[in-house]
């Protein structure tokens, strides 16, 4: 089992910044790799994928709507991957979910995470 807990939600403006973490404990399948991914889910909307990491390469993707805005690292040694807000928007309001994917590919579909973190609401007022 996989245990996540994130932190670094609140409210802020709109053109503000937040910064999540996620710190992944238990059996992190280091030595296989995993990916770390955030996705986020709006009153009455599918949780949709924002950025997804490899703990191996480093590779990222980011989901259209956050690119140039949103920036997703990891802390290896740390088992602990960030995810800097920039320019938000209101619309960018919603409970955030780290999730966590072994193996060493990326992916974007809720559907490939087994493990899941309980989640922490970002609220950008305009």
């Known amino acids: 089992q996989v245990q996540l807990v994130e932190s670094g939600g609140g409210l802020v403006q709109a053109g503000g910044s937040l910064r999540l973490s996620c710190a992944a404990s238990g059996r992190t399948f280091t030595f296989t790799g995993y990916a770390m991914g955030w996705f986020r889910q709006a009153p009455g909307k599918e949780r949709e994928f924002v950025a997804v990491i490899s703990r191996n390469t480093g590779s990222t993707s980011y989901a259209d709507s956050v690119k140039g805005r949103f920036t997703i690292s990891r802390d290896s040694a740390k088992n602990t991957v960030y995810l800097q807000m920039n320019s938000l928007k209101p619309e960018d309001t919603a409970v955030y979910f780290c999730?966590?994917?072994?193996?060493?590919?990326?992916?974007?579909?809720?559907?490939?995470?087994?493990?899941w973190g309980q989640g922490t609401q970002v609220t950008v007022s305009s």
């Open positions: 999730a966590y994917r072994p193996g060493a590919g990326i992916a974007t579909e809720t559907a490939a995470y087994p493990y």
